[in-house]
């Protein structure tokens, strides 16, 4: 028998990834409007944007968009090791370069995780080869950059959550009677 999954299992699955993750320290969830940067005080963030769910024969494609984001700090004269080793770099105000750095670097291991960890199983299930979520595909990070009260950048990417669903009909909350006319 096919455990389905529903929304909240999934979205809750995702932010439990996030939470786990040493180096996330804020996980929202919603449109990415809804987030209040001014009030965030905890960063990296990963936010999860719902976009759309897409039916197979046996399965349900939860897609999100994923946001991983952290502030970039300004000073008068900052220097990364690369600034420093390179002198002929322009700009040594931010760490810029350093925040894409380490962001790409989760948004990759969030993908690793839903592709190949046993953390896609449930709780005491060491199984890998039994997952509940999964994703396949190839994806395209994308970088972004915003202004806000302070400097905030990232990447952004699409995943689609993948789930067994069996569509049974035999539990659906309905009246026993035909519909047809």
């Known amino acids: 028998m096919v455990s389905n999954k529903t929304y909240n299992n999934v979205i809750n699955t995702l932010c439990r990834l996030g939470e786990y993750h040493k180096q996330i320290s804020t996980v929202s969830v919603g449109d990415i409007y809804d987030i209040n940067l001014e009030k965030m005080e905890k960063f990296p963030l990963l936010h999860i944007n719902p976009l759309n769910v897409a039916t197979g024969d046996s399965e349900l494609v939860y897609n999100f968009q994923i946001f991983i984001m952290d502030m970039v700090s300004e000073k008068n004269d900052w220097k990364t090791k690369q600034q420093t080793e390179l002198t002929k770099l322009v700009n040594t105000k931010n760490n ?83 519909a047809g006319y």
């Open 96 to 178: 810029e370069q350093e925040v894409w750095n380490q962001t790409l670097e989760i948004a990759t291991d969030f993908i690793g995780m839903l592709r190949h960890s046993s953390r896609q199983s449930l709780e005491g299930v060491n199984d890998i080869n039994s997952p509940i979520y999964f994703t396949q595909d190839q994806f395209t990070i994308e970088p972004f950059q915003e202004r806000f009260d302070n400097l905030c950048c990232g990447w952004v990417f699409q995943i689609g959550v993948k789930v067994m669903n069996d569509f049974d009909t035999c539990n659906i909350p309905v009246l026993n009677q035909g």
